[in-house]
């Protein structure tokens, strides 16, 4: 079993940046697939983007100029730097970890953008 916790969700003004952080268990944390996904209320979550084990990192239209994700596997963990926030980004902020068929969430963040 895979332990995965968020954390740096918050209140932010439209036009700002927060930056989430994911930390998930496990001696082979450098094999892991991380994604980062959101969940707004009465939608269906939705993927953000993904680092893969090597570094190489993908980006849903909807964010790719505005967010960046990156991981550090001495710390076994993984950040999502979001920049220029607006109010449709608010949503419950999800990390989930892939390792071959295997999948695992955290309890995720809430990101408020909101004057």
């Known amino acids: 079993q895979v332990q995965v916790v968020e954390s740096g969700g918050g209140l932010v003004q439209p036009g700002g940046s927060l930056r989430l952080s994911c930390v998930a268990s496990?001696?082979?944390?450098?094999?892991?697939?991380m994604g980062w996904y959101r969940q707004a209320p009465g939608k269906e979550r939705e993927l953000l983007a993904r680092?893969?084990?090597?570094?190489?990192?993908t980006y849903e239209d909807s964010v790719k100029d505005r967010f960046t994700t990156s991981r550090d596997n001495a710390k076994n963990s993984v950040y999502l730097q979001m920049m220029s926030l607006k109010p449709e980004d608010t949503a419950v902020y999800y990390c989930?970890?892939?390792?071959?068929?295997?999948?695992?969430w955290g309890q995720g963040t809430q990101v408020t953008v909101s004057s």
């Open positions: 989930n970890v892939g390792l071959g068929q295997r999948t695992y």
């Open positions: 496990g001696s082979i944390f450098s094999f892991y697939v």
């Open positions: 680092v893969f084990p090597g570094g190489d990192t």
